[in-house]
């Protein structure tokens, strides 16, 4: 286990570039050429992966009309859970053409399995990682399968506790992943800024010495822009080709437009992110000379003395360092001294 994993030659963690990832989940509407278009958005706005989820309702959970099987408290609030996913999930037989689009866009594809015999399906399809979604960081079992097929596992960790977290780790660890990384989200649609809680991605990638990244369902690109600040190295963001479209995740994923601004802001942020350094940067050198430094304000003749009323710390930084001023007040000019003139030490007595 290390800071750095590789997703076809592409290297994530510290000190690597973000990697953006665009999350088509239900946006597609039971459409393969909306998908295919979503595809191409994606490339367009700079992501650097796209995300799938492979599940079908039966997957997933039972067509069962008992009331514990109704969604209660989200979006979602009434609808049975086998009727959103049946909505919602992306048929199959699409997927194995949705990747070779996206290889052909130089986009890396992957998705969420939901049980193994998706992951079977997604071996035979031959891709590059597996994400672990957020209700799914439970499934022990579904994670050993995953671990044991050798590839990279991004694992979200929303709802999570810490000792959750840990023991799926450690599934992972002892079926064998040598690649992992863990994601911070918050698995409310859309999520509140205020229960982002980010200061807990430098904490996990402590705890587990994994690379952290996040899975963002907020409104907006702000919060993205502050994971890369705290050493986010993965962004995933669901992508739509319009909130106002029906379906069951539109409402909270961004548009192409803001997609592509925000992939803008994530690259000036890990840009600005730099290193520990101090003193002049490159385009700060010219600016050094405007710091202030000692200066003659007044005419002085010679042998006249110097005080603060003919010597003066002002800018530019041609003079004397301001540090000196004690030293240079109460001395006599050793020539006369035009106003404007850098004091210098050979022109003091």
């Known amino acids: 286990m290390g800071n750095v994993i590789e997703i076809n030659g592409r290297r994530l963690g510290v000190g690597e570039p973000v990697y953006v990832v665009a999350e088509l989940s239900a946006n597609h509407n039971q459409s393969f050429d909306r998908a295919v278009a979503l595809l191409h958005r994606a490339k367009e706005a700079g992501a650097d992966a796209v995300k799938l989820q492979t599940y079908t309702p039966d997957t997933l959970t039972i067509d069962c009309d008992n009331d514990c099987f109704r ?7 009434g609808r049975r859970l086998y009727d959103l996913y049946s909505e919602a999930y992306t048929p199959w037989e699409w997927q194995p053409e949705l990747k070779k689009i996206a290889g052909d866009l130089g986009l890396d594809l992957f998705s969420s399995p939901f049980d193994g015999t998706a ?9 590059p990682a597996y ?13 050993r399968k995953v671990a044991r097929t050798g590839k990279p596992i991004i694992m979200s960790t ?16 002892e079926a064998g992943v040598e690649q992992l990384a863990l994601l911070k989200c918050t698995s409310a649609y859309p999520a509140p800024p205020e229960e982002m809680n980010l200061r807990t991605i430098p904490h996990l990638r402590e705890r587990f010495g994994v690379p952290v990244g996040l899975s963002d369902h ?12 705290l050493g986010a190295c993965i962004v995933e963001k669901h992508l ?6 029906p379906g069951p995740d539109s409402a909270f994923s961004m548009e192409p437009d803001e997609f592509k601004a925000m992939v803008e802001a994530v690259r000036t942020a890990e840009k600005a992110m730099g290193e520990v350094h101090y003193g002049a940067s490159g385009r700060e050198e010219a600016s050094r000379i405007l710091r202030r430094s000692l200066f003659v304000v007044k005419d002085i003749r010679a042998g006249e003395e110097l005080t603060g009323d003919n010597v003066r710390s002002i800018r530019p930084g041609h003079g004397l360092h301001t ?27």
Not at 131 to 143: C, H, Q, R, T
Not at 218 to 229: D, I
Not at 324 to 333: D, E, K, S, T
């Open 119 to 127: 992951v079977d399906f997604l071996e035979e399809m031959g891709v």
């Open 71 to 77: 969604i209660k408290g989200t979006r979602w609030d």
């Open 240 to 245: 739509t080709l319009s909130r106002t479209d």
């Open 218 to 229: 907020t409104l907006g690109m702000a919060v993205p822009v502050a994971a890369v600040a």
């Open 131 to 143: 994400k672990i979604a957020s209700f799914e960081i439970v499934d022990l079992p579904l994670i």
């Open 158 to 173: 929303g709802m999570a506790t810490m000792n959750e977290i840990e023991e799926a780790v450690v599934t992972a660890r």
């Open 323 to 349: 540090r000196h001023i004690g030293w240079c007040l109460g001395r006599r000019a050793a020539v006369q001294i035009p106003r404007g003139t850098p004091l210098s030490r050979e022109l003091i007595e």
